[in-house]
């Protein structure tokens, strides 16, 4: 396991050229080897921008500013400039490689304004894979209450796109993607990904919401490619609500040649602060295990009865299997009182558990078996309730030494009337993730706010859902393969994704006599949509630093294609997107020390993928285990036909593999003692 300290590598910093107070004016600034350049002016007391990518117009006529119930910030008297430049190399505690470059050229504008003569600053930053800018009300005089009504940023996209999009709602991020021309994307949520005529791949997100609500993007009703900022209400219409002062979030956009360059972009954690927790010693990521996919299948209960799923006998179960297989840690849901008064108010107690569970037996059964246990806290969205009791529950696991909390807000969220993706559940999760750092805990988040980069300052927030996950394979018509081939490209550029895949039992036929439907969008004909190498290949491309492999043991127990999970590292030192093609097929290889995982997934089409992999270390003998399609296999038709191969001594890997419609492979490539 790679020593995860934080280390900081030599920061340069060069402050440079205050130009003053000036009038109208144009100015154009750089990234640092200049493969973007901003343009902007100020103009009647306006400001816009343009940007430019190796080039290549991309947006313009970008408009800026803020309006407050109180103040007008975005027409303005004068305006003071100054640049400067920032290079510096960062290693995550975990990831999806172990050093980050961040360099960037920021410029600074403090306005004033002209109703009131308020001050606010924008700072634009060019880094060689995108640009960002973000507001920041400062503290001044007369000003202790802020109201903000409307963000005016706006960008109006240059040439024809095509883009991929979910519509933005402003309660759950739990959707299936729309491929579509740009004109059709009328209302959008972010990460919104585009692909241009010209070339250009462009992702547009958010980085670092801390005290604000999140961005939606909508589409101006005649302009097409223009999109204005629109944030998503507290229940009385106000925007965002701060006193004296307000920053807002990176608006970010990454851009590239090629999808993997979106990928591979860090932009979105660069935009954010460095680690605030002094000792992360505590931080590990794992892979793990869980009473989970039961209870989704309808085999077990969350609540108390005859089918329980959280017994102490059950628990031991998972942690043997755990033990005897490599997993570091086994989620546990259902373990405390509550559970049959889910969806009314106050229902859960978090730190009661059930009578058939013994919480302090099971872990202490665990850490004899040097397993964790990962706690749960299902709040169904009440988190005035959480609030209240989340201190006692979080030092009650740190006594216990339960290091990872899984939370879930499934349900409409309190107090009633607020919006899930509002500044006062920003407000919560924030709270919380802070909280559970001073107590030594991981968070794994369920139903979140959209990731915003924040585990670059607190890596306790390890991961979240915010996706259609796993799960709906359980008890609806599922996710299709082509959902898959998107996420790394819009959900994935918001950081990492609690997927949970690593299904074996595709058709789910092992337990069918003993599955009982829960869920009303069940209809009866349930199945993951994947074939069984495709399920091992999304564990290595849809990252997540906890990563659950989440089928039942007995449908891992024996398995030969179980092996491929056993190795599988939860952090990375180097991520390299082979080949991709957004929605159709993704190539990755990931390196953890001298170990490479290779993996391709597809989406309904069958297709021949080439590979060429020069990068081993020639100077030592690899073994290599090819965990493929069978020859026969489909993602409906014959889900679980896969087939293993192994090799010894490949040094460059030059070869075209074939995959099964809805199909995937793993190359692990170890070297040999
Ligand atoms: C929804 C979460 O996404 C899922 O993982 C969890 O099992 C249920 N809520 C119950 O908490
Ligand atoms: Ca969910």
Redesign the pocket.
């Known amino acids: 396991m790679r020593i995860l300290l934080l280390i900081l590598l030599p920061i340069f910093i060069f402050s440079n050229s205050v130009l003053g107070l000036v009038s109208d004016f144009q100015k154009e600034f750089y990234s640092p080897e200049k493969k973007i350049k901003v343009s902007f002016q100020f103009k009647n007391g306006k400001i816009q921008y343009a940007v430019f990518y190796k080039e290549k117009s991309v947006l313009e006529n970008g408009e800026l500013g803020i309006v407050t119930k109180e103040d007008n910030l975005s027409i303005f008297q004068d305006v003071k400039i100054s640049e400067r430049q920032f290079n510096n190399i960062w290693k995550p505690v975990w990831g999806q490689s172990s050093e980050i470059k961040e360099a960037y050229t920021e410029l600074c504008l403090e306005l004033t304004s002209v109703s009131n003569n308020r001050k606010l600053n924008v700072f634009l930053r060019a880094y060689d894979d995108g640009f960002a800018f973000r507001y920041e009300v400062p503290k001044q005089n007369r000003l202790n209450k802020i109201n903000i009504i409307s963000e005016e940023s706006a960008f109006d996209f240059v040439g024809k796109y095509i883009c991929w999009w979910n519509w933005a709602d402003y309660n759950t991020l739990e959707k299936t993607y729309f491929n579509t021309p740009l004109d059709s994307a009328k209302h959008v949520a972010t990460p919104f990904t585009l692909e241009g005529q010209n070339g250009v791949f462009v992702s547009v997100h958010e980085s670092a919401i801390l005290d604000y609500s999140t961005m939606t993007l909508l589409q101006d009703s005649t302009r097409k490619n223009l999109f204005k900022v629109n944030l998503v209400p507290w229940s009385d219409g106000i925007l965002v609500k701060t006193k004296k002062t307000v920053c807002s979030p990176w608006r970010a956009f990454i851009f590239g040649d090629k999808p993997g360059d979106l990928i591979q972009s860090n932009l979105i954690l660069n935009l954010n602060e460095p680690c605030k927790i002094k000792d992360v010693s505590w931080i590990q990521p794992i892979l793990y295990s869980g009473i989970?996919w039961e209870?989704?299948l309808g085999i077990s209960t969350?609540k108390e009865g005859l089918k329980h799923g959280a017994t102490t006998e059950n628990a031991k179960k998972y942690i043997d299997f755990a033990s005897e297989n490599g997993i570091k840690g086994i989620l546990i849901?259902g373990w405390n009182t509550g559970w049959e008064n889910w969806g009314e108010k106050d229902a859960f107690d978090f730190t009661t558990a059930s009578s058939d569970f013994n919480l302090k037996e099971v872990v202490s059964y665990a850490n004899s078996k040097g397993v964790e246990i990962i706690g749960h806290h299902?709040t169904g969205g009440d988190t005035e309730s959480y609030e209240k009791h989340v201190k006692k529950a979080f030092k009650m696991y740190h006594k216990l030494g339960i290091r990872i909390v899984k939370t879930?807000y499934?349900g409409p969220v309190t107090p009633i009337g607020e919006n899930h993706h509002g500044q006062r559940m920003v407000q919560h999760y924030n709270r919380i993730m802070k909280l559970a750092a001073k107590y030594e805990i991981m968070l794994d988040v369920?139903?979140p706010i959209v990731l915003s980069g924040l585990s670059r300052t607190y890596p306790n927030l390890m991961t979240a859902?915010g996706v259609r996950g796993m799960?709906w394979n359980a008890w609806s018509e599922g996710n299709t393969p082509s959902h898959t081939c998107i996420l790394p490209f819009t959900r994935g550029i918001a950081g990492p994704i609690d997927y949970t895949a690593g299904i074996f039992d595709i058709d789910l036929s092992n337990f069918a006599n003993q599955r009982v439907k829960w869920n009303g969008l069940d209809i009866g004909k349930t199945a993951v949509h994947s074939t069984l190498s495709n399920q091992l290949a999304l564990l290595v491309i849809l990252y997540s630093p906890l990563q659950m492999a989440a089928d039942l043991p007995e449908n891992y127990k024996n398995h030969p294609a179980f092996k491929c999970i056993q190795q599988l590292p939860a952090t990375w030192d180097e991520t390299i997107v082979l080949d991709a093609k957004i929605g159709e097929y993704v190539i990755i290889a990931r390196r953890y020390n001298l170990t490479w995982f290779i993996a391709a997934i597809t989406n309904e089409i069958g297709r021949d993928l080439e590979i060429t992999f020069p990068n081993l270390n020639q100077n030592i003998p690899y073994k290599s285990s090819y965990f493929l399609d069978g020859k026969d296999a489909h993602f409906e038709e014959n889900p679980e036909s896969y087939l293993i191969e192994e090799k010894i001594n490949e040094t460059t890997l030059k070869k075209t593999i074939k995959l099964a419609p809805g199909g995937g492979f793993v190359i692990l490539l170890e070297p040999i003692n």
Do not use: D, K, R, V
Request: hydrophobic share 35%; net charge negative; proline share 0%.
């Open positions: 989970w209870m989704h969350w849901e299902e879930g499934a369920h139903e859902e799960e």
